[in-house]
């Protein structure tokens, strides 16, 4: 445990987490650190408060991306401050302007999450000057201290980007490597004895979200950087082959091939599941520690010792089939052809596992030719026009509704705050911002997070202050507590806000100010903008997410034809193409991601708005199922197997049925009219020569065509009431 808990916290201290949190505790505290030493406190703080609303746009992603995002932020927050500073002495003018940045600036979220946080940048600089009265010229020279320190930021992100280019690109990889692991030993949980299904597969869909999230950062750092497509450096390909192996490798981890409650029913008593279990656990720890080396240097675990087990393994299905081999029926037949390919397809994990290890060796990152493809096809590239503003301008669009949700709880909480007249009121305002998201259930969520977060914290801020008294012991916390506070922010919100509370109150307590009564006056601030953003998410132009079911599931079910579409040139035809397989697949992974997350945020929403909850989560399980049927196809196909002419023709026109009947479904969903076609399932006559390989293709052609039955049977449920 010990050492499981230390390799946890040394790959947190190096990743990309743990230095943005370095990288924006220096941006933000080192001015004020400065400008203290020469008396200038106050203007430090300014300058720190740019740096910090600049951080906020500082995400992951292609360096010049990043770059760009600061200095437009910048440029804005200049802009903006100064407009705030000289309009906030009337409650009437500055309650206008508030209404109608929060409405642009929450509207520009339709260009994409990096505009949404340089719209929620602005609006921070925004609710900060509100109460903050000064002079022109002071507001001026306020505007100009507020540039400043976002340009310190800025230069400090980029020159620390260009100290180490590769670092981003490795952490980025490493942490969606985890992911795999993790998935793999969710899968390896099908093996043990006592085990509930469904919470397997709710985790599974979960995890497979976390899993394309964080293969689209990656996609987004290696193919949107011109270091990378330029194809510069020995590590850079590196970085660029190991990604590619590794999202083959997820689709093999993907793949399934059996009942498994049948497996259970056969094979429980033997305890080969068991051998089963350990061995994917044991794959599971070869990718973790790939995952650290990439980040730490070295050479991960050799593979020896798993291909020992897999071996063995082998040999012990074999034993067990001797025992069977006077007795044997049909089914267990059939049992032991279902762990022989579920045998393959861990051996073929085992080997490309193999292969990424031997990329670790620096002698041979020179001579790695990665494979030429359009990476354009698998980024998606967001047009920033007037025109798609100007489109979404209605109430048939999310955004909007969500931006003028925005622009209105903002006005009632300020109004609502000039009212209460507490010293710092803005605390109200700045819980409506962080808290309002699009859709109910993430705003629920963010609200339960910063209570816990905020009310926590301010009992750990109060006792530090009242045990602590040291000075510079006190310093000290508050630098780690800054650390922790900005490397969770993305990671774990709640976290982040623990941490964030007692900084802050630490920092009053510097300034020489009463700290209970400041802690009371947070949480009381904090718990009222929770209330207003919550309330105003339920019931001011709501976004249930019932609302979007249609759209999410059709594009799931088009992409899974697609998927099929591309799969079966392989399969019956000469027209196969490697690099319309692998956008089909990556389009599967998007949809079905899109549509797992929408199923797991109607679970948070009121009973009443869970319309169809059972019938979507069969729908999802049968996707993902139907996606993992075939990319097991797939595995046996592209290891050199090939379908005999002699039943060619029988299996073709199974794989058509299933095609047919996913368009069914798709129109069933589309038109919300049930099908005109009568749903059939055909069958391939048995022969005494068909080899145990056809016997294999064959069944898992019935498979993929089984699910795809029962995909458009639960379509029409959906004709009435989607």
Not at 11 to 25: H, Q, V
Not at 116 to 127: C, E, N, P, R
Not at 138 to 143: A, N, P, Q, R
Request: aromatic share 12%; hydrophobic share 45%.
């Amino acid at each position: 445990m010990f050492k499981k808990n230390l390799r946890e916290t040394q790959d947190f201290l190096l990743s990309n987490y743990f230095a943005e949190g370095l990288r924006i505790t220096l941006g933000v505290l080192l001015p004020s650190l400065v400008m203290a030493h020469f008396g200038q406190l106050q203007t430090g703080m300014t300058l720190s408060l740019g740096a910090l609303c600049v951080s906020i746009v500082d995400s992951p992603g292609p360096i010049h991306h990043r770059k760009n995002a600061m200095l437009i932020t910048l440029g804005l927050l200049v802009i903006v401050s100064i407009l705030t500073g000289l309009t906030n002495r009337s409650d009437w003018f500055i309650g206008t302007l508030l209404f109608v940045l929060s409405f642009i600036f929450s509207m520009i979220a339709v260009y994409g999450n990096r505009a949404a946080s340089i719209g929620t940048s602005i609006l921070l600089i925004t609710v900060l000057s509100i109460d903050d009265v000064r002079a022109w010229k002071e507001v001026i020279l306020y505007g100009t201290y507020i540039g400043i320190g976002g340009l310190w930021y800025t230069l400090l992100s980029y020159f620390s980007y260009r100290l180490r280019p590769y670092r981003l690109a490795t952490q980025t990889l490493s942490e969606s490597i985890y992911e795999v692991a993790k998935f793999l030993r969710i899968k390896a949980r099908f093996y043990d004895k006592k085990i509930d299904f469904d919470e397997i597969y709710a985790e599974l869909l979960k995890l497979q979200v976390e899993v394309n999230h964080r293969q689209e950062e990656v996609r987004e750092v290696l193919f949107k950087t011109r270091t990378f497509l330029r194809d510069s450096s020995p590590y850079s390909r590196f970085l660029l082959v190991v990604f590619t192996d590794m999202v083959d490798l997820f689709e093999q981890i993907m793949s399934t091939y059996y009942n498994y409650k049948h497996l259970h029913k056969q094979f429980d008593s033997t305890g080969i599941l068991k051998r089963y279990h350990h061995l994917i656990v044991h794959i599971a720890e070869h990718l973790e520690d790939i995952a650290f080396v990439l980040k730490s240097g070295g050479k991960p675990m050799d593979t020896k010792m798993l291909k020992h087990e897999v071996r063995a393994l082998r040999m012990e299905i074999e034993l067990l089939e001797a025992d069977f081999d006077n007795n044997i029926s049909n089914e267990q037949q059939r049992g032991f052809v279902a762990l022989l390919n579920i045998y393959d397809n861990i051996k073929n994990i085992v080997k490309r596992i193999d292969t990424i290890n031997a990329y670790f060796d620096k002698k041979l990152q020179s001579s790695i030719k990665p494979e030429k493809i359009d990476t354009s096809k698998f980024i998606h590239s967001q047009e920033v026009n007037a025109r798609i503003f100007i489109d979404n301008l209605s109430f048939d669009s999310s955004t909007f509704r969500h931006a003028l949700r925005v622009a209105i709880v903002m006005l009632v909480g300020f109004i609502v705050s000039r009212h209460l007249q507490f010293s710092h009121s803005y605390w109200t305002l700045l819980t409506i911002l962080v808290i309002s998201k699009p859709g109910f259930s993430l705003t629920k969520e963010r609200n339960y997070h910063r209570i816990i977060g905020t009310v926590v914290g301010a009992l750990i801020g109060v006792a530090i202050l009242h045990f602590v008294k040291d000075k510079n012991a006190l310093f000290v916390i508050l630098m780690l507590f800054m650390i922790a506070s900005y490397s969770f922010q993305r990671k774990n919100y709640v976290i982040s806000v623990l941490f964030m509370t007692p900084f802050i109150l630490i920092v009053f307590d510097f300034l020489g100010l009463g700290i209970e009564t400041l802690a009371k006056e947070r949480v009381i601030n904090t718990l009222i903008g929770s209330g207003i953003a919550l309330a105003a998410s339920y019931s001011l132009f709501p976004n249930w997410e019932y609302k979007n079911l249609e759209q999410a599931m059709a594009d799931t079910l088009k992409a899974n034809r697609n998927y099929l579409k591309e799969l079966y040139k392989l399969c019956f035809d000469n027209q196969y193409d490697n690099f319309y397989y692998k956008l089909s697949r990556k389009e599967v992974f998007v949809k079905s991601s899109n549509l797992a997350s929408i199923f797991q945020r109607m679970l948070t929403e009121p009973k009443n708005k869970q319309i169809n909850i059972k019938e979507l989560h069969q729908f999802t399980v049968l996707n993902h199922l139907l996606s993992s049927y075939v990319a097991s196809l797939s595995n046996t196909l592209q290891n050199g197997h090939q379908i005999e002419q002699k039943t060619s023709f029988q299996l073709k026109a199974v794989a058509d049925n299933s095609l047919l009947l996913l368009e069914i479904a798709v129109n069933s969903i589309s038109t919300k009219q049930a099908p005109k076609s009568i749903l059939v399932l055909m069958d391939v006559p048995e022969s005494e020569n068909d080899t145990e390989l056809e016997n294999n293709i064959e069944a898992q052609l019935l498979l993929i065509q089984k699910v795809s039955f029962d995909i458009a049977k639960i379509s029409q449920k959906f004709t009435q009431t989607v």
